[in-house]
């Protein structure tokens, strides 16, 4: 597989799926308007076996919810761990993402080496400022943890079952989100490294301009046969589904 970071094979590799063109297409469903995207991932791209057919549909639902809903489908055995990598910020842009006040339903982290893999094992977050079971202000604990939050949480649900995973709330505007997932944990992500990005309207965002809840499977599973497997097989389907659910609190 191809390495586009230090050593390390990062988001589907140079070409991975947000570098692609995608075939889109809009539809109304019962949640309410859609847009669904499709692209094929050919056999040995980025060093990928199999020709991936994926199809995510994204729906703005009437009662203030976007909707992910990922489908795909394999011809040979293959690595999928699909996630959505949107940044929040529940000012509006007003100030950095410090003030949110976070929590996430995860009693474990994966631990990780110096470069952030996985090295099989978990960690338990009690008594560490990676406790975000009770809402915390991020700008109360991300000093005590090196390099900002970039950890892979471990919901405490069963897998495949669409549970509230984390919240976020922006005190001085009201503004609340829900997380809810299907996936077995959500990589928490506080824009470590963002620096001079410009956005719409020629917005600059720098570093924790925005925050990331990344609904997916543990990264480097391939290489831990203890994590939850990540391997589609040929007749199988990956299914997963992330709402992002927003109201005022």
Avoid at 99 to 110: F, L, N, Q, Y
Avoid at 119 to 135: H, N, S, W
């Amino acid at each position: 597989m191809d390495k586009n970071w230090r050593e390390h094979h990062l988001h589907g590799g140079e070409k991975g799926f947000h570098a692609k063109l995608w075939d889109a297409s809009t539809t109304e469903t019962a949640r309410g308007v859609a847009v669904e995207l499709r692209c094929l991932s050919p056999d040995g791209e980025s060093g990928f076996p199999g020709n991936l057919q994926t199809t995510i549909r994204y729906t703005l639902a009437d009662n203030d919810e976007l909707a992910i809903e990922y489908t795909a489908q394999t011809d040979k055995p293959t690595p999928v761990n699909l996630t959505n990598h949107s940044y929040f910020n529940l000012t509006g842009m007003k100030e950095d993402i410090l003030g949110h006040v976070v929590s996430i339903d995860a009693d474990r982290v994966t631990a990780v080496n110096a470069d952030l893999i996985p090295i099989g094992t978990l960690e338990a977050v009690a008594g560490t400022p990676l406790d975000l079971r009770k809402p915390a202000t991020i700008g109360s604990r991300i000093v005590a943890v090196e390099g900002g939050y970039d950890h892979n949480y471990i919901i405490n649900k069963p897998e495949g079952k669409l549970t509230r995973a984390a919240t976020a709330h922006d005190p001085a505007s009201g503004r609340m989100m829900e997380v809810w997932t299907t996936e077995p944990a959500v990589q928490l992500y506080t824009g470590n490294h963002l620096a001079n990005v410009a956005g719409k309207g020629g917005q600059i965002y720098n570093k924790h301009a925005g925050l990331c809840f990344e609904a997916q499977h543990y990264p480097d599973s391939p290489n831990h046969p203890e994590f939850p497997n990540t391997i589609l097989r040929p007749g199988e389907e990956y299914v997963q589904t992330t709402i992002y659910r927003f109201s005022v609190k």
